[in-house]
């Protein structure tokens, strides 16, 4: 078999890292294999958000690029809900998949995606019936409101899928087996990244063709996750590490409050961003139409750029649940520092290649280089590409923590970093400060985490918090 440069890549990394006695080496090449697959769904997920800003921008202009900006917080409202509620997922099925409970795994994600189908219909239809009013809270320029309607009442038939597709991505990585959630969720942003292809230029859709070609995509990955986990296998792709009927129950009180009390403050933490992006792009148009095009831009860069967190937050996610399951507090304790590490180095690789490129990347995003956002695009991205670094150590202390149950922390942290950072853009708007409050405003959301999620996870508290959840394991 040719090897995958990528894996390779992250394998020789954190074998490096081994050799200078920092981690250790069979700890490292286990996260490598958890973590890349994750980190290039990742990449493929943030790419295709990216592109739809690019398409759109080089088909329409900077009005359609604000337009869907100002329809992302709204569109994350989804995975803020999935992704919160996934958390719970991913630490029950770790847990009792490595202590061979594979019936109560498949019941928790069954709980799991009830809830999330729960949660995620009743904004669907406030999405789909009230598109105009909701972007208009952000906005007053009549073309950008006109662009994000069209954008968000398509989408609106994605959301409950998008949830779904999380809590199966990660049930999947906490079976030990986050290759498959990577083929499945990858490929359907390549998918979307074609069908916005056609959509927008081949048939001339604009935005209505970005929102559509983002539904259909996770219609189809929510199914290929529902084929494949129900049988145990799905065709071209291979075995699944479990089975689950969709035919069992789907609310076990018990298993429904664990996800609920797991996944709540995750939900909150997920949803402080999500919450966050509304005043901060209502703060962003008073700068004027150019350096809200130019921050949409880059908030599209700093999500590639932060793909590392995705792997390896989810591989402490799924390592030190799967090692608390067996009752090993001490090496979950070890493989959350050491994962946090390596996930530094990584941060700090990714942001070098994109620093390297500034310029040609905002370039992709705009259909002329004399486009007044482009220099100030280039500035932020190598200030986002500092900022990003400490996300190396929020992510991925929050990964391990969410294992563990205690994730009321890194929400703490991620409200706090949110809070700091909205004033500094609002300052940044109406006093001389500048765009050195959009500057400033970076670093508030990625620092904060970062230090009280550490101290958090060092103190150990968490172990104890785990042992609530743990099913009963050997010492």
């Given amino acids: 078999m040719v090897p995958n440069p990528f894996s390779w890549l992250l394998r020789a990394v954190g074998v490096a890292i081994a050799r200078l006695g920092l981690i250790s080496e069979s700890r490292a090449r286990r996260t490598a294999e958890l973590a890349w697959p994750r980190i290039l769904t990742g990449i493929g997920r943030m790419s295709k958000s990216a592109a739809d800003v690019a398409m759109v921008g080089a088909a329409l202009g900077s009005a359609a690029i604000t337009g869907v900006g100002y329809a992302g917080p709204f569109w994350g409202a989804a995975f803020s809900i999935g992704g919160g509620l996934a958390a719970g997922t991913i630490a029950l099925v770790s847990q009792r998949f490595s202590a061979d409970e594979i019936a109560d795994a498949g019941q928790a994600l069954r709980s799991s995606a009830a809830l999330t189908v729960a949660a995620t219909l009743p904004i669907a239809v406030l999405f789909y019936s009230h598109p105009a009013a909701l972007i208009g809270l952000l906005t007053d320029r009549q073309a950008e409101i006109a662009f994000g309607a069209d954008y968000l009442r398509v989408v609106a038939f994605g959301v409950p899928f998008a949830g779904l597709n999380l809590i199966g991505s990660r049930a999947l990585i906490g079976a030990d087996d986050a290759y498959t959630a990577m083929v499945l969720r990858g490929g359907g942003a390549l998918a979307n990244i074609g069908l916005n292809g056609v959509f927008i230029f081949g048939l001339g859709w604009g935005v209505v063709g970005a929102g559509l070609g983002t539904v259909l995509s996770n219609v189809v990955v929510t199914t290929a996750f529902v084929v494949g986990l129900s049988r145990g296998r799905l065709p071209a792709v291979g075995a699944f590490p479990m089975t689950v009927s969709v035919?069992?129950?789907?609310?076990?009180?018990?298993?429904?409050?664990?996800?609920?009390?797991?996944?709540?403050?995750?939900?909150?933490?997920?949803?402080?961003?999500?919450?966050?992006?509304?005043?901060?792009?209502?703060?962003?148009?008073?700068?004027?139409?150019?350096?809200?095009?130019?921050?949409?831009?880059?908030?599209?860069?700093?999500?590639?750029?932060?793909?590392?967190?995705?792997?390896?937050?989810?591989?402490?996610?799924?390592?030190?649940?799967?090692?608390?399951?067996?009752?090993?507090?001490?090496?979950?304790?070890?493989?959350?520092?050491?994962?946090?590490?390596?996930?530094?180095?990584?941060?700090?690789?990714?942001?070098?290649?994109?620093?390297?490129?500034?310029?040609?990347?905002?370039?992709?995003?705009?259909?002329?280089?004399?486009?007044?956002?482009?220099?100030?695009?280039?500035?932020?991205?190598?200030?986002?590409?500092?900022?990003?670094?400490?996300?190396?150590?929020?992510?991925?202390?929050?990964?391990?923590?969410?294992?563990?149950?205690?994730?009321?922390?890194?929400?703490?942290?991620?409200?706090?970093?949110?809070?700091?950072?909205?004033?500094?853009?609002?300052?940044?708007?109406?006093?001389?400060?500048?765009?050195?409050?959009?500057?400033?405003?970076?670093?508030?959301?990625?620092?904060?985490?970062?230090?009280?999620?550490?101290?958090?996870?060092?103190?150990?508290?968490?172990?104890?918090?785990?042992?609530e959840y743990r099913p009963d394991a050997a010492d």
């Fill in 247 to 467: 035919r069992g129950a789907y609310w076990v009180r018990d298993d429904c409050w664990d996800i609920v009390t797991i996944g709540l403050p995750v939900v909150g933490r997920n949803s402080v961003w999500t919450l966050a992006r509304f005043p901060l792009l209502a703060f962003m148009s008073l700068f004027g139409q150019p350096v809200a095009a130019a921050y949409i831009i880059v908030r599209r860069v700093f999500g590639i750029m932060n793909t590392p967190g995705w792997g390896f937050g989810l591989a402490a996610s799924s390592l030190v649940g799967q090692e608390l399951g067996q009752g090993r507090e001490s090496t979950a304790a070890a493989y959350g520092r050491e994962i946090t590490l390596y996930s530094v180095v990584m941060y700090v690789m990714f942001a070098g290649v994109v620093c390297a490129f500034a310029g040609q990347i905002v370039g992709v995003f705009v259909d002329s280089a004399s486009d007044p956002s482009v220099p100030i695009a280039v500035t932020m991205v190598y200030v986002a590409a500092a900022a990003v670094v400490p996300q190396g150590i929020g992510a991925t202390v929050a990964g391990a923590l969410d294992a563990t149950g205690d994730t009321r922390w890194p929400f703490y942290s991620r409200a706090v970093g949110m809070l700091g950072a909205l004033p500094l853009v609002y300052l940044g708007a109406t006093t001389p400060l500048g765009l050195y409050g959009i500057y400033l405003s970076l670093f508030s959301e990625t620092c904060v985490p970062a230090v009280v999620n550490y101290l958090r996870f060092r103190s150990g508290k968490w172990k104890a918090i785990s042992r």
